[in-house]
């Protein structure tokens, strides 16, 4: 072993020491719009400069909201199809390699009493979180997916209609001037008003009054606004332009390219009106399972094609829910996505991801890395392993709290549950066992192979080398023991005794000083040196009188 004495004086470690930076890459997520008629998937690559790629799609016609709507409750079949549904979105999004989830509940689950049983269930069997939203949440989503595809040049209203709710959004000078979520779902609707087929007029009736007292807030900020156009979402309205397309003649045009008159649009209104389930069911723009519901639809639009006799065209978006939280997700992980574009590692990018997953605080885990990373530079002499797990070490100091999103108590132990179930990218089983067992070591009990199963599993070299790093990791962390980050950078001397360090603070270094010392039996035991820790108040690239023993300096992230 070389003597300490021979290195290199003065050495200065950059913040980041063993990353690589380069282009930038996409995250893969999956988002779930869980529907009271369907749940649909969209799997989606989520590139730094806010742009996204479609990767796959799946949807899933469950009726959640069948027969539970007005009860307020979902039946256990149709929980059960739910689950089902959302097991297969699960396998496909795993076999594409997805790395998150963003799954959102609506009207269905956000008014059903067991509503949380589902969620709960989701969540223990497949491992989603899952958040009910509300309808001013939807209705806000919904925009943010068609304002991606549509133009509003002229004022409009998005119409979503879904199973149990209808959004609505008025939207004049390309932003939304009024929005609403109404229980007007078609699901809902035919539930409340249809028993009879095809639908007597008597019950067009009634649901068209229903939905005039419902909708003349709507109606209202309509006219107040000069609304020209209604531009709708969802496979309901899908349905209805397409059955408008199949009377024009023009079955084969796709519903996204087409701005329908409204006058031919009422007229397709019309005939779904009056026609029976068997007609609906031959019809080849209508989808099977949307074919009793389809009519309610029908009515709805007709009322507000009604009450808005200035609009003159009708559109369909291809976008709906699930690519507005597409594009929320964008937005609120924007700093995210922006941060880890710069990692070409796989690796790197992995573990990053990871932190973010877990709600790090960030600000502290870069300063222990930084830390824990130059306490290896400085002990590499003593260190009984390869140069590259200065890397590891690196890894698991930034993951080392990652617990904390488990509870603050055992927190450790959360960590390094979290870290080797993560499915890290790039690393060997071996590689993943150490990053995970350092983080478990940076605080509490010391490693115990006779108690310790995970610890006990490795062999004795690989072990030594956990109890190094985690020694290591120990004075890293206890060095921003407040998590402020006081200390600005470090002097270290490695003598045939003793790890000698000082630090320069911005605030008083009582508490790191103390900390570091008191928790540096590990590392006196493993490196067979003693630990100082020492405040100064000499500048650390300021001029200052030559060191009797060659020393490395690093300056800390602040």
Not at 219 to 234: K, M, N, P, Q
Not at 343 to 364: D, G
Not at 417 to 441: K, N, P, T, W
């Amino acid at each position: 072993m070389p003597s300490p004495h021979e290195r290199a004086a003065c050495t200065l470690i950059p913040e980041t020491t063993y990353g690589a930076h380069g282009t930038a890459s996409p995250v893969r997520v999956c988002v779930i719009d869980l529907g009271t008629n369907s749940f649909h998937a969209i799997i989606v690559d989520a590139h730094p400069n806010g742009s996204y790629q479609v990767v796959d799609r799946l949807k899933e016609m469950v009726r959640l909201g069948e027969h539970g709507l007005d009860a307020n409750r979902l039946p256990e079949d149709a929980m059960a199809r739910g689950l089902q549904a959302l097991t297969r979105i699960k396998l496909l999004a795993d076999g594409w390699d997805t790395r998150e989830y963003l799954s959102f509940a609506t009207s269905a689950i956000r008014e059903a009493s067991n509503g949380g049983d589902f969620i709960e269930r989701a969540h223990e069997e497949l491992g989603l979180r899952i958040r009910p939203i509300s309808g001013e949440k939807e209705a806000d989503l919904i925009f943010q997916g068609v304002s991606r595809t549509e133009g509003f040049s002229e004022p409009s209203l998005v119409m979503d209609i879904g199973g149990g709710s209808v959004e609505c959004i008025v939207v004049d000078n390309d932003r939304p001037v009024f929005s609403t979520s109404l229980k007007l779902g078609a699901a809902r609707m035919t539930e409340q008003f249809v028993t009879t087929d095809p639908m007597s007029e008597d019950e067009q009736a009634r649901l068209r009054a229903h939905c005039q007292r419902v909708l003349t807030d709507v109606l209202t900020a309509c006219r107040e606004h000069g609304v020209v156009r209604i531009v709708g979402s969802s496979g309901t309205m899908k349905s209805l332009a397409r059955v408008t397309l199949e009377q024009e003649g023009m079955p084969d045009r796709s519903p996204f390219q087409a701005m329908l008159p409204i006058r031919d649009v009422r007229t397709a209104l019309r005939s779904v009106m009056q026609a029976t389930a068997e007609e609906r069911t031959d019809h080849p723009a209508i989808e099977p399972r949307r074919v009793d519901q389809i009519g309610a639809g029908a009515v709805l639009l007709d009322t507000v094609c009604t009450g808005l006799p200035s609009v003159r065209h009708f559109a369909v978006s291809p976008n709906a829910l699930r690519e507005g939280m597409v594009v929320h997700f964008l937005d609120s992980n924007y700093d995210r996505l922006q941060r880890m574009a710069r990692f070409r590692s796989p690796r790197r990018r992995s573990v990053h991801e990871i932190a973010y997953r877990f709600h790090w605080e960030e600000q502290h885990a870069q300063h222990v890395a930084a830390t824990a990373t130059f306490l290896f530079d400085i002990c590499r002499p003593l260190y009984d392993g390869p140069a590259s797990d200065a890397e590891l070490l690196e890894y698991a100091a930034l993951l080392h709290d990652v617990g904390y999103l488990v509870t603050h108590d055992e927190h450790h132990e959360h960590s390094h549950y979290l870290i080797e179930h993560a499915d890290l990218q790039g690393f060997r089983s071996e590689e993943v066992a150490i990053v995970a067992l350092v983080a478990r070591y940076h605080r509490a009990e010391t490693p115990d192979a006779a108690s310790h199963e995970h610890y006990g599993r490795l062999s004795p070299a690989r072990q030594r080398r956990v109890r190094q790093l985690a020694a290591l990791l120990r004075i890293a962390e206890n060095l921003d023991r407040s998590h402020f980050q006081n200390v600005m950078a470090l002097r270290a001397s490695l003598t045939e005794t003793a790890l000698h360090v000082l630090l320069a603070t911005k605030a008083d270094p009582q508490l790191e000083v103390w900390a570091a010392q008191e928790h540096g039996a590990l590392f006196e035991e493993v490196f067979d040196r003693d630990l100082h820790v020492a405040p100064t108040e000499i500048p650390i690239h300021g001029s200052e009188a030559p060191s009797p023993a060659p020393v490395s300096e690093q300056s800390l992230p602040s």
